[in-house]
């Protein structure tokens, strides 16, 4: 069955393939922090547990929370693309033989500041983006924590529906974290909704020492010349991508090597499942 990822990866190879995506030059890495997410998704089968790693980038300029799958994907994409022009001027986009994409449940790209967290998503063929306010409303707890041989203290919010736990650390002194989580006085160690739907928590780091001299390698067009929306729009837009990728890449000029009427199929089956998917956040 031609799955959701392959949609997305066809949207995504005529993106880079039009915008030739370039990595920040001159952006220092300051911090480089690994988290493993774990994840029920899906109501239908809550003992099934997706685990997927994520890194949170600390630059001089930016802040950056991207899944480490969609980072590699970025860089397997540019090295295996190929692009062929059809004597009628359409294109066709492909990948070179026997090469295996990672695949990611979550293609977005958060910066956070002290200010606000602003979430980007490629959606189409166009990068759309809300803003948010850092969360202000953390309730500090006297309690403190061992994690991985970090000492934590613990924090609690409500945020988007859900009640979460969070495990900080004044001894990094950023204070950011996984996904949209952050505004603590020191790094987010460890955070859990209080039904263990969703948990973050970091498992590596690296030393200053071994980031001197090394530079942030995130597209600038992941977040560079985007469409400014709200979230409820954005999430009607990628409904609405999905519903129509056959006419939308048609209407550019590109060839799906595969099927289109399988999208079509599919997104019958997406509109099903959505009644069981259990989101990071219940609310908007």
Not at 145 to 167: D, L, M, P, Q, Y
Request: proline share 5%.
């Amino acid at each position: 069955m031609y799955s959701i990822r392959w949609l997305f990866l066809l949207f995504l190879l005529f993106f880079s393939g039009l915008f030739f995506p370039q990595s920040n030059s001159k952006d220092s890495l300051q911090g480089n922090f690994t988290y493993l997410l774990k994840a029920k998704l899906n109501t239908q089968a809550p003992d099934y547990i997706h685990e997927e790693p994520f890194s949170l980038l600390v630059s001089d300029k930016h802040v950056f929370f991207v899944s480490s799958k969609s980072l590699k994907r970025d860089s397997m994409i540019e090295k295996s693309r190929v692009t062929t022009n059809n004597p009628d001027g359409s294109i066709t986009l492909s990948l070179k033989s026997g090469v295996s994409i990672p695949n990611t449940k979550f293609p977005y790209t958060i910066i956070q500041s002290y200010e606000s967290v602003q979430y980007f998503q490629l959606v189409g063929m166009s990068i759309l983006t809300y803003k948010e306010p850092v969360i202000k409303n953390w309730k500090l707890v006297d309690e403190t924590k061992i994690i991985n041989t970090i000492n934590c203290k613990k924090a609690e919010v409500t945020f988007k529906g859900r009640n979460w736990i969070a495990w900080y650390s004044p001894e990094i002194p950023f204070p950011y974290g996984p996904y949209k989580f952050s505004g603590l006085p020191g790094l987010i160690v460890k955070i859990t909704d209080d039904k263990g739907d969703y948990d973050f928590e970091l498992v590596k780091s690296e030393s200053n020492s071994k980031l001197k001299g090394r530079l942030i390698t995130i597209k600038e067009s992941r977040y560079t010349k985007a469409i400014e929306t709200t979230q409820p729009k954005l999430k009607q837009a990628i409904r609405d991508v999905q519903a129509n990728a056959s006419a939308v890449l048609s209407s550019y000029g590109t060839t799906i090597i595969k099927g289109q009427e399988m999208l079509r199929q599919r997104e019958k089956e997406r509109e099903e499942n959505r009644k069981y998917e259990n989101p990071l956040e219940l609310s908007n």
